[in-house]
């Protein structure tokens, strides 16, 4: 099956500095991704819609200049967390849209410890 | 409005017992619906999907699903539990637009020997 990848897996970092997380499919092109945040023991929630060569969709109450996402290529989005704060600690997952006959499927990345102190 | 109810959040079966994890949802549109098992320290993972056709889908592992528009549900099954089946499970709502997802809550499962 496809797959996708996180880089870094997790990352520690001090409040005021900024945050690039990586999001690749490995062996599919997408041209939809999206940035989810899951905090513990909870569900994920969908932070924002990343498309190809155009500016991210964000969800009602994402700050999108806190949360910078870019999608350069069809296989590379990224998430940048700007002037990180402790609440934003969590676990950020990203997935990839591939089209199927009579649909499609997303497939996810192994997601991403941030840890800010 | 749009959204997955699970109302278990957790759930605890002996091995070999048989599973029914619940999940309804609401949804506007034709809804595609989706099952994820999230294992500690992993991402999720693909259990089953329902777009159209049969009502009864077979996945991986063994589990298989059942989309009742009337009530709807997609509640989620499986015959025989293993103590690998420990897990948290996610059900999902999508639009045939390929946008907004929207998971339910999760129902953490836990296996008895």
């Known amino acids: 099956g496809a797959v996708v990848s996180q880089h870094p897996s997790r990352v520690i970092c001090k409040s005021g500095t900024s945050v690039k997380i990586e999001c690749r499919s490995l062996?599919?092109?997408?041209?939809?991704m999206f940035w989810y945040r899951q905090f513990p023991k909870q569900s994920l929630m969908l932070m924002a819609t990343s498309n190809e060569g155009s500016k991210a969709t964000y969800e009602q109450g994402v700050e999108k200049d806190k949360f910078l996402i870019n999608h350069a290529s069809l296989t590379l989005s990224t998430l940048t967390v700007t002037s990180a704060h402790p609440e934003d600690s969590s676990f950020y997952i990203c997935?990839?849209?591939?089209?199927?006959?009579?649909?499609?499927?997303?497939?996810f990345g192994p997601g991403t410890r941030l840890t800010v102190t | 409005a749009q959204s997955v109810t699970q109302p278990d959040i957790h759930i605890t079966v002996s091995e070999g017992a048989s599973l029914e994890l619940r999940c309804n949802y609401s949804?506007?549109?034709?809804?595609?619906l989706f099952w994820y098992v999230q294992s500690p320290g992993q991402g999720l993972q693909l259990l089953l999907k329902y777009f159209s056709g049969d009502t009864l889908v077979q996945g991986i592992k063994g589990f298989e699903a059942e989309f009742k528009r009337s009530q709807s549900s997609f509640n989620l099954r499986k015959p025989s539990v293993h103590w690998s089946d420990a897990a948290e499970y996610f059900c999902?709502?999508?639009?045939?637009?390929?946008?907004?997802?929207?998971f339910g809550s999760g129902t953490k499962l836990n296996v008895k020997p």
């Open positions: 949804y506007g549109a034709t809804p595609y």
């Open positions: 999902a709502v999508g639009g045939y637009n390929f946008n907004k997802f929207y």
């Open positions: 062996d599919f092109q997408a041209t939809t």
């Open positions: 997935s990839a849209l591939s089209a199927l006959a009579g649909g499609y499927e997303q497939y």
